[in-house]
């Protein structure tokens, strides 16, 4: 590869890290054309973009950002998932397909400026989807909510039963009026 050639990939690698949320190291050993075909596509799908690198010219698109902490894991062959969209959604996707093809391995991550050993994304593979986590989060914080509800509506809910109750035995014994 010639030096421009070499720059036109730094530079390309560079702007596609640059707007990411997340990134996913992974050792690609193994895989023929048509998984990595097959990969692509699926990462494609959660606009997720795949990147085969040499490991020097990732260094070099990593140098000076807050992703140069992915040094140490730019070792053997490297393959970088990048995501724009959601930060799980390429270790969901790159654990689910390391599951079905035993010689890709996952090495690293990247997300929300923070480098991820691999035990840590295979971690954040198994979370929920953000809008289930959301929706729990909000569960959570509703329910002392409802308890203080429950507990000022029951003075009056037993105030109203007495008067129904009341007013009840006051109709039966009262005899009809003519």
């Known amino acids: 590869m010639k030096q421009g050639e070499k ?3 730094v530079d390309e690698l560079r702007s596609l890290l640059a707007g990411a949320k997340a990134a996913m190291l992974a050792d690609h050993r193994g895989l023929t054309v048509s998984d990595l075909t097959e990969l ?16 020097t010219l990732a260094r ?22 990048i995501g724009k969209g959601d930060p799980s959604a390429p270790a969901k996707l790159l654990a689910s397909f390391a599951k079905t093809k035993p010689t890709f ?3 690293a991550g990247f997300v929300d400026g923070r ?3 691999r035990e840590e994304v295979l971690e954040l593979a198994e979370l929920p989807p953000r809008e289930v986590l959301l929706a729990k989060l909000a569960g ?3 329910s002392p909510l ?9 003075p009056l809910y037993s105030l109203l039963m007495v008067l129904l109750a009341a007013a009840k035995q006051k109709m039966e014994h009262e005899p009809p009026q003519p």
């Open 146 to 154: 409802r308890g203080l509800l429950v507990t000022l509506q029951a």
């Open 105 to 107: 391995h996952i090495k």
């Open 115 to 117: 480098v991820l050993a």
């Open 40 to 55: 692509r596509r699926l990462l494609r799908q959660q606009s997720v973009v795949l990147r085969v690198v040499k490991n």
């Open 7 to 9: 720059t036109v990939v």
């Open 60 to 81: 070099l698109a990593t140098h000076g950002t807050e992703l140069q902490g992915l040094g140490p894991y730019l070792v053997g062959p490297t393959a970088i998932a």
């Open 140 to 142: 959570v914080a509703q």
